[in-house]
C-alpha cells in the first residue's frame, strides 16, 4: 500500500469501478484524504494586486504602499498548513514534498498568461546544502528559463529570517545571465516563487527582468 508523502499514512486510492472499466492507469494519489483536507486554496475576495485573501476586493494596503501596478497572483494562503510545508520542504529539504504542489502549480500556470516562465532561483550555497530549488521542484513538464542569478553577497540572511523592514530595505541580489536578453525582449515574463511576503524579491527580480528586454512581468507564487 502506498504511503502519504506528507504525513506517512496509508493512501486510499478512492479508485471507482467506473475509472477501473476506462482501461486507463488508475490515479496514484501522493496525499492521504487528511492531508488534501489540509491545503485550502484562496478564495474570494482576494487583493486584485497581490492575491491577499482579505474581505474586500479592494487593493490592499500593502500594495497601496508600493504604488505600482504590480500583479501577483497566488494558490494557497500562508497559513500554518504552508508555513508546516514549507518548513519540511524547503528548510528541512525533504524533496519528497515537491509532489505535493505539482499538481496545484500544473493548474495554477495553465491559467496564465505568459511568454516566458522564470522562477526564483537560489544561492550557490543554498544548492550546496539543500540541494535543489524548491520552485523549480514543483514544475514538471512545464519549460522554463533560468535567465537571472543571484549574488549570494549581496543575499546574506535568508528572507525568511528577516523582518519586513528589513525585506523592504533589502539590496537587489538579482543580475541576468550571460544571453537573457535574447530570450527576454518584448515577451511576458511570469516569474515563480514559493511565497509572496513584501513583494520585495518579486520587484528586484523584475527590475533586473524589465532590463533584459521583457514587455511585461507578473508573478505566481505557492502562497500569499
Given at each position: 500500500m502506498k504511503n502519504c508523502v506528507w504525513c506517512q499514512r496509508p493512501v486510499t486510492s478512492g479508485v471507482t469501478l467506473a475509472a477501473?472499466?476506462?482501461w486507463a492507469p488508475l490515479p496514484s494519489p501522493n496525499l492521504c484524504a487528511v492531508c488534501q483536507k489540509r491545503l485550502r486554496p484562496l478564495h474570494a475576495p482576494q487583493c486584485p494586486r497581490c492575491g491577499r485573501q482579505?474581505?474586500?476586493t479592494k487593493v490592499c494596503h500593502d500594495c497601496e504602499r508600493w504604488g505600482d501596478s504590480w500583479v501577483n497572483h497566488a494558490i494557497f494562503p500562508y497559513d500554518a498548513t504552508l508555513k508546516a510545508y514549507m518548513q519540511q520542504y524547503k528548510f528541512q529539504g525533504d524533496y519528497r514534498l515537491r509532489l505535493v504542489m505539482q499538481p496545484y502549480l500544473r493548474q495554477a500556470l495553465a491559467q496564465e498568461r505568459y511568454d516566458v516562465l522564470v522562477p526564483i532561483p537560489v544561492t550557490a550555497e543554498t544548492w550546496l546544502t539543500r540541494g535543489f530549488n524548491q520552485v523549480t521542484g514543483w514544475l514538471t513538464d512545464q519549460p522554463f528559463q533560468q535567465v537571472l542569478t543571484v549574488d549570494a553577497a549581496r543575499k546574506p540572511r535568508p528572507q525568511s529570517s528577516k523582518t519586513r523592514q528589513e525585506r523592504l530595505q533589502s539590496p537587489q541580489p538579482f543580475s541576468l545571465q550571460p544571453g537573457a536578453t535574447k530570450l527576454?525582449?518584448?515577451?511576458?515574463?511570469?516569474?515563480?516563487?514559493?511565497?509572496?511576503t513584501t513583494g520585495r524579491t518579486l520587484r528586484h527580480a523584475a527590475t533586473q527582468i524589465y532590463l533584459g528586454g521583457a514587455k511585461a512581468v507578473t508573478s505566481l507564487t505557492l502562497a500569499r
Open positions: 477501473m472499466w476506462r482579505q474581505s474586500t527576454l525582449r518584448n515577451q511576458h515574463v511570469l516569474l515563480l516563487d514559493d511565497v509572496y
